[in-house]
């Protein structure tokens, strides 16, 4: 995690920081057991039961190997980008899901020391009417960012998250000045 402060300058501030969950790896493997099933039931299948019934099961096999596998490994891990043009947080090692807020659309940022994924129904990608929309791999400290009209929130664990905080508001110091400009 970086966070580069230029006292008194206009020079380009990014922070990075990124939150990690070994469990989910327990999971994906679990997933992949599936899948592996699946695929010796299709090669080597019982010819006594029927055809029906072991493509049932190869089928089932298959495709809750691969949501399990796709699901947990998506959300091993997170990162989060923070600079000039905004914040950028991908999940998992090819980076999807992913969201990305411009600056002009964050209003402010605050520390949660703790964010629990009890509290919003699981790990991954989350949406509760109540609280906005979150990204949590694992229970800890997070920022949550308040966006432009107040009504929405962006909420995602990260270590660090006290040096996300400041970058952005940082980042929105170093904007304000220029915001009449515009």
């Not at 580069?4 to 327990?26: F, K, M, V, Y």
């Not at 695929?39 to 298959?62: E, F, K, Q, R, W």
């Not at 899901?97 to 509290?119: H, K, M």
């Not at 997070?142 to 400041?166: M, N």
Request: glycine share 14%; net charge positive; proline share 5%.
């Amino acid at each position: 995690m970086t966070h580069a402060s230029l006292p008194g300058s206009t020079a380009s501030q990014e922070w990075t920081g990124r939150a990690s969950n070994r469990i989910q790896w327990l999971l994906a493997a679990a997933g992949a057991a599936c899948l592996a099933l699946g695929i010796l039931l299709a090669v080597n299948g019982p010819d006594t039961s029927g055809l029906v019934p072991l493509v049932m099961s190869v089928v089932g096999c298959l495709t809750v190997g691969l949501l399990v596998l796709f699901g947990t490994i998506a959300f091993t891990h997170v990162s989060v980008r923070i600079d000039g043009e905004g914040v950028h947080v991908r999940c998992g090692h090819i980076g999807v899901p992913r969201r990305r807020i411009p600056l002009e659309q964050v209003s402010g940022a605050q520390l949660v020391p703790l964010i629990s994924p009890r509290g919003w129904g699981g790990w991954g990608y989350r949406w509760r009417p109540e609280k906005g929309t979150a990204v949590v791999v694992r229970r800890g400290p997070g920022l949550v960012i308040y966006l432009v009209g107040g009504q929405h929130r962006f909420t995602v664990t990260v270590d660090d998250a006290e040096g996300a905080v400041q970058a952005i508001r940082d980042l929105l110091l170093l904007r304000a000045p220029h915001a009449g400009l515009a």
